[in-house]
C-alpha cells in the first residue's frame, strides 16, 4: 500500500543520513523509525523493507 509522498519524505531522509553515517549493513528498519520519532510498523506502511527504502533512494537519485 502506497502512502502520501510527505510521510516517505522525512523516512526517506532519515535513512540516507544513517545509511552514510553507519554503511547500510549497520542500519536497521528499527533505527530509521526512532530518528525520526515513527513506531517500526507504522515505517513499514510506507516501505516493505529496508532494501524497498533503499531502493527508493537511489530510483529518486537517478531521476535528479
Do not use: C, N, W
Not at 53 to 63: E, I, N, P, T
Amino acid at each position: 500500500m502506497s502512502r502520501p509522498p510527505r510521510h516517505k519524505e522525512p523516512l526517506q531522509r532519515a535513512a540516507l543520513e544513517l545509511f552514510a553515517e553507519l554503511g547500510f549493513a549497520a542500519v536497521s528498519i528499527r533505527d530509521i523509525a526512532r530518528k525520526i520519532g515513527m513506531a517500526e510498523g507504522t515505517l513499514y506502511r510506507h516501505f516493505t523493507s529496508k532494501e524497498a527504502l533503499a531502493q527508493s533512494l537511489y530510483l529518486q537519485s537517478v531521476k535528479e
